[in-house]
C-alpha cells in the first residue's frame, strides 16, 4: 500500500509536468492547426534560465517567472517572426518548428554547457514529511499542486471568460469568429504566447524534480508530451489533464516493475491511439485526412 | 510546390539532357583521383555520395509525395545494423554481405509497408509526430538491446578486404549514388511518380479522378524507406562501425532533412548538390571550431540557415534556379511571338 501511494504520487508529479507542456502544445494546434515541434526547446529554455536565475538570486518563485517570462518572449519571437509567415502552409510549419526546435537545443548547449547541470529543490521545498507510515516528498506534492492550480485557472480561463470564450470559438470555426470581427491574430499570439509560458513553467519545475537538466531535456519531454496530446485529444484542456495523469502513472508503475521498457511502452500507446482512435480519447479533432 | 517538367518538350532539349547527364557522370567518376592521396577527403567523398542516396529517398517522400516523415533514419539503421550484425555474427564474405542485403529489402519493405498501411492516412501532423515516435522507438530498442546493438558504444566489424580500400569504396560509393539518381529519376518519371506528384500538388483532386491515395502513398513509402536501407548498408560498409547515435539517432533524419531542404525539394540533383555542400561545409565548420569555439556547435549555424531557406526559399538552390531559368525562357519566347 505504501508503495502504491509512492508510485501514485510519483506519477501524479510526472504527469502534472507533462500536463503543463502539454496543455499549450493542445491549445496551439486546437486553435491555429499548429503543431509545435519547438514545444520542448521552450520548456529546456524555460528550465535552463529559471535555474540559473534561482541559482543566482537564490529565490526559487524568481526563477519560476524567469522561466515562464523566458518561455513568454520566446513564444511572442517565435510566432511573430517564424510561424506568422507560414500559417496556413502546413508542411513548411512542420519543417520550420523542428529548424527553430534544433537552434533552441544548439543555443542551450552554447550559452550554458552541454553538460548536465546540477538543480537543487529550495530549502523549503527539499525533503519530505510522513503521514502514518507513508513518506511524501515535499517537491512532488508541490508540482501535484501547481499542476491541478494552472489547470484549473485554465479551464476556469477557457469557459467563464469572454477571451475563453473566442478561444474556444475559434478552435470551432476560425472563419467565423474572424466574421464576427475579431482579431484573429492577436488570439493567436495570445494562445501562443501562453502555451510557450506554461511550457517555461514546466521547464523551471523539472529542474529540482529530475535534480539535474540537459540540453535533451527538450526532445525528451517534448515526446512525453506528444503522446499525451495524442491520447487526449487536441484543442481540450480536461482531456489534455486526463491523459497526462494517466500517462504519468502508467510510466510510474511501469517504470517501478520494467524501468527498461517505459519510454516503449509509452510510444506503443501512442501509436496505438492514433492508428485506433486518431482524435483521441476526449478530443473532437479529425486526425485523419479524410 | 510545382516544379513538374512541362509537358511538351522538344526533343532537342532531351538529347541536351542527356548530354549534360554524361559529362556529369564524368565528372563525378574523376572527382575521387584529385583526392587520392588524402584518405579524409576519400571519406568525405564517399560519405557525401551516401548522404546524397539518403536524402535522394528522403527527397522522393518530401518532394515527390508531399509527406513528412521525421522517422526515416530507423531504415538507415536497419540497413547499417543489418550488415554489421552480419558481418559481425557470421563472417565477413561476399555471401554474407549478399545475405545482408537480402534482409535489409524484406526487413525495409515489410516495415514500411505495415507503417505506411498503418498512419498514411493520418494527417501530416500526425504522420510526422508518429514517424518521429517510431524512430525513437527503434534508437531506444537499440540502446536497451544490447547483446545484438551494443547500444551507444556499438561495435565494429570487417567486411570484404575490397571495400578496406577508400579509392575503391569512393568509386562504389559514387557509381551507387549514380546508379540510384537513375532509378529514382525513372522512378519519378513513370505513370506512377506522376501520380505521386499529382498526390503532393493536390490530394483531393487526385481522389477524385479515382486514384487510391493511400495505396501509391504507400508505395512511395516503401520505395524511400527501401532505398534508405541501402544507403544505411554503404554507410555500415564504409566506416566498418555501427552505434545507436551514428547509425539511429534523430540528427541523421535532420541531415536528410537540411540537405533536400537546401539542394531543392522535388529535385533529386537537388539532394546530391545539397549533400555536398553540407558535408563540406559542415567538415570546414568543424575545423573552425579549434580557433573559435563556437563552431562546435556548427548545428546551430546549419539550423538558422535552414529556417531562413524554408521562409525565403522554399525551393532550395535547384529549385530557385530552375525558377529563374524557366521564368528567362518564358520571357524570351514572349519577346519573340
Redesign the interface.
Known amino acids: 500500500m505504501e508503495l502504491f501511494i509512492t508510485l501514485t504520487t510519483n506519477g501524479l508529479a510526472t504527469g502534472m509536468l507533462i500536463f503543463l507542456l502539454a496543455a499549450g502544445l493542445s491549445l496551439i494546434?486546437g486553435l491555429m492547426?499548429v503543431?509545435n515541434?519547438a514545444h520542448g526547446g521552450l520548456f529546456a529554455w524555460g528550465a535552463y534560465v529559471g535555474t540559473w536565475v534561482y541559482m543566482n538570486t537564490g529565490s526559487f518563485l524568481v526563477g519560476i517567472v524567469a522561466g515562464i517570462l523566458t518561455g513568454m518572449l520566446l513564444g511572442l519571437i517565435m510566432e511573430r517572426l517564424?510561424i506568422q509567415?507560414?500559417y496556413g502552409n502546413?508542411?513548411?510549419q512542420?519543417?520550420?518548428t523542428?529548424?527553430?526546435m534544433?537552434?533552441l537545443g544548439?543555443?542551450i548547449?552554447?550559452v550554458f554547457s552541454a553538460n548536465p547541470q546540477g538543480a537543487p529543490a529550495p530549502s523549503w521545498l527539499s525533503g519530505s514529511f510522513e503521514a502514518g507510515n507513508i513518506i511524501f516528498v515535499k517537491y512532488r506534492l508541490f508540482i501535484i499542486i501547481t499542476g491541478f492550480i494552472v489547470l484549473i485557472l485554465l479551464q476556469y480561463v477557457l469557459t467563464k471568460t469572454k477571451l475563453g470564450l473566442i478561444v474556444r470559438a475559434g478552435v470551432m470555426n476560425k472563419e467565423m469568429i474572424q466574421a464576427l470581427g475579431v482579431n484573429i491574430k492577436k488570439v493567436f499570439l495570445f494562445v501562443f504566447m501562453l502555451g510557450a509560458g506554461l511550457a517555461g513553467l514546466s521547464g523551471v519545475l523539472l529542474g529540482p524534480y529530475a535534480n539535474v537538466i540537459t540540453p535533451g531535456i527538450g526532445?525528451e519531454y517534448q515526446?512525453l508530451a506528444?503522446?499525451v496530446v495524442?491520447i487526449g485529444g487536441m484543442g481540450s484542456i480536461i482531456g489534455t489533464g486526463l491523459s497526462a495523469i494517466i500517462v504519468g502513472l502508467a510510466n510510474a508503475y511501469i517504470a517501478y516493475q520494467w524501468p527498461?521498457?517505459s519510454?516503449?511502452v509509452n510510444?506503443?500507446i501512442?501509436?496505438a491511439i492514433?492508428?485506433i482512435r486518431?482524435q483521441g480519447l476526449f478530443g473532437a479533432k479529425?486526425?485523419?485526412?479524410r | 510546390m510545382n516544379t513538374g517538367l512541362p509537358l511538351n518538350q522538344p526533343k532537342r532539349r532531351i538529347s541536351v539532357h542527356h548530354l549534360s547527364y554524361l559529362i556529369l557522370i564524368l565528372l563525378l567518376l574523376l572527382v575521387p583521383l584529385f583526392f587520392k592521396e588524402s584518405n579524409s577527403s576519400l571519406i568525405i567523398i564517399s560519405n557525401i555520395a551516401i548522404m546524397a542516396v539518403f536524402a535522394m529517398s528522403y527527397d522522393l517522400l518530401?518532394g515527390y509525395t508531399?509527406i513528412?516523415s521525421?522517422g526515416h533514419v530507423m531504415f538507415f539503421g536497419i540497413g547499417a545494423y543489418t550488415v554489421g550484425i552480419f558481418m559481425k555474427k557470421f563472417d565477413y564474405t561476399w555471401l554474407y554481405l549478399f545475405e545482408a542485403l537480402i534482409t535489409v529489402v524484406i526487413i525495409t519493405a515489410t516495415l514500411s509497408l505495415l507503417l505506411g498501411a498503418?498512419?498514411l492516412?493520418?494527417?501530416?501532423?500526425?504522420f510526422?509526430?508518429?514517424t518521429?515516435?517510431?524512430a525513437?522507438?527503434f534508437a531506444?530498442?537499440g540502446n536497451?538491446w544490447r547483446s545484438v546493438t551494443n547500444g551507444a558504444d556499438g561495435f565494429s566489424f570487417r567486411v570484404p578486404d575490397i571495400f578496406r580500400d577508400r579509392l575503391i569504396f569512393a568509386y562504389v560509393a559514387i557509381i551507387f549514388m549514380i546508379l540510384i539518381f537513375f532509378a529514382l529519376r525513372q522512378f519519378t518519371l513513370s505513370p506512377v511518380g506522376r501520380i505521386l506528384q499529382g498526390i503532393r500538388e493536390n490530394?483531393e483532386r487526385m481522389e477524385a479522378l479515382g486514384y487510391h491515395i493511400l495505396s501509391y502513398k504507400i508505395i512511395s513509402f516503401i520505395v524511400a524507406g527501401f532505398i534508405a536501407g541501402l544507403a544505411g548498408m554503404m554507410y555500415g560498409i564504409g566506416t566498418r562501425f555501427v552505434s545507436v547515435p551514428s547509425v539511429l539517432g534523430?540528427d541523421l533524419t535532420?541531415d536528410a532533412?537540411l540537405i533536400t531542404?537546401v539542394g531543392g525539394v522535388g529535385t533529386l540533383i537537388g539532394a546530391i548538390l545539397g549533400a555536398g555542400i553540407i558535408e563540406v561545409v559542415s567538415q570546414m565548420l568543424q575545423s573552425f571550431a579549434k580557433t573559435y569555439p563556437?563552431f562546435e556547435?556548427w548545428?546551430?549555424f546549419?539550423?538558422?540557415a535552414?529556417?531562413l531557406i524554408?521562409?525565403f526559399f522554399?525551393y532550395g538552390i535547384v529549385g530557385t534556379m530552375r525558377m529563374v531559368w524557366e521564368k528567362r525562357r518564358y520571357r524570351r519566347r514572349g519577346s519573340k511571338s
Open positions: 494546434f492547426s503543431l515541434f517564424i509567415p507560414v502546413h508542411i513548411q512542420i519543417l520550420i523542428l529548424g527553430v534544433i537552434v544548439e543555443l548547449k552554447a526532445m515526446m506528444f503522446v495524442v527498461q521498457i519510454m516503449a510510444m506503443l501512442m501509436i492514433l492508428i486518431p479529425e486526425a485523419h485526412s | 518530401l508531399g513528412i521525421f498503418l498512419t492516412r493520418l494527417k501530416a501532423h500526425f510526422a509526430m508518429l518521429l515516435a517510431v525513437e522507438l531506444v530498442i536497451k490530394e534523430v535532420l532533412l531542404i563556437i556547435r548545428l546551430l546549419f539550423g538558422l535552414y529556417i524554408v521562409l522554399p
